[in-house]
């Protein structure tokens, strides 16, 4: 290791002399007046110092991850500061996020020189990358779109290397870092790389698609507190045919251009405030499996289970059905019977896949969920044309994804009618007891009121496809005559 010597003034001093001479720069009120010209330059020289800044944390921050790495036991850097990975020191020190402080580490792991066997300084992965960083030329994210696409070319072993690897890839580094510098956006750096990398290496995609094929999986865990984790490592193509059915599932009226795998808001971002929707992202694409499984599972051309259809048995008794905070039992399959609220009995009694079975206290069947109580096929196309889609308004999940739901349930003597049916996408046929939504059907078609959070009026409107509500409510008002919603 080289030896540093100290700096000339104390950090803190450094640190507060530059801060005033940025802030000293422009004051916020004078922004406005500025001339077009000057502003492009402050937002240049902006960037600049950002770029700056930039390759001081990703230096310092490799050098935390490098003092904190495994084998120093106890003794990394981390552990002494109290956190369990270097990481989270980062995120700590810098108040950035886990993402910010682990994308620096992997892109100073890169940018580090190597030493020899006889201790001489080797240039590290990226000596060009690393230098432009260094001196501010560079910013991260263009330095990120170097060395991401290339650094799998230079880590694919020493056959490649010594044929065109090594010249190979030092062209393109010096290529890509002089692109950056001339003024490319980072998004066009990246195309760039990508383009090299696979000029270098041809055989990329396939390698990674025997990759991918060995190292994919899908595996659920056990039950724990009500929910069941889920792991998995997907096949691109696989991911994307799962996207496109999340994103039709959940926005079935904006057509998204091609696959995005990276969430549009992260998991635990708070749900989305319209008037309506209360869910997290994650909680809206759980709900849309559940909606996706559910087709599936009823769908003619699913696989048989032993004989029959993969219905799902839940299990239940009736003392326990009629109670609020009664237990039911999900058979489903393979898997050990998992305890379950008896609500999820009382509302997955008509949908298609599933099956009740209602046992008295000795475990005699009393109840099968039986044809009578499910929607046939022509019943549940009636339904769907009629309503188009999830009842509830401005939920668009269409109908054909819904579960079709008894307004007066089966168990009360609501008949398995086409005027008793109303389609409900996953979210509200579990949430209807709940979510403070009323329906109702008047002659043959269905009427909903919307819970006093959303409409302190709780107007009765009609539900299904705004299409529909619309052609309704014209006609209804056409006609004069005495309206649903008012008698
Ligand atoms: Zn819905």
Redesign the pocket.
Known sequence: MTTTSAPLLPLSEVSERLREAVTSIVAPEQLSAMPDAELLALLRVAEELGRAVDGLRVLASGEVGERSRATLGPERLSARSGCHSPAELIERIGCVSGQVARSRLRLAERLRPGYSLTGELLPGAFPAVREAVTSGTLGIEAAAAIIEPLAPVLDRGSILASLTGADGIRSAERELVDAAAAGEPADGVRIMAQTWALFLDPDGPLRDDDRGRRERGLTLGRPRHGTVPIRGVLMPEVAAQLQRLLDAYLNPRVDEQGPHFVPDAPDDAPPVHDDLEQRTPAQRRHDALAGILSVAASSDGAPRLGGGAPTLVVTVTPDQLDDPSGIAFLQGGAQDAAAVSASVARHIGCAGAVQRLVLDGEGRIIELGTVQRIFNAHQRRAIMVRDGE?V?PG?H?PAPW?EIHHVVPHARGGPTHTDNGVP??W??HRTIDTGGWQIEMRAGLPWVRPPGWIDPHRTWQPGGSATMRAWLTLRLDDEAGPRPGRR
């Open positions: 999830c509830i939920c999940v819904c409900l996408c979210h509200h």
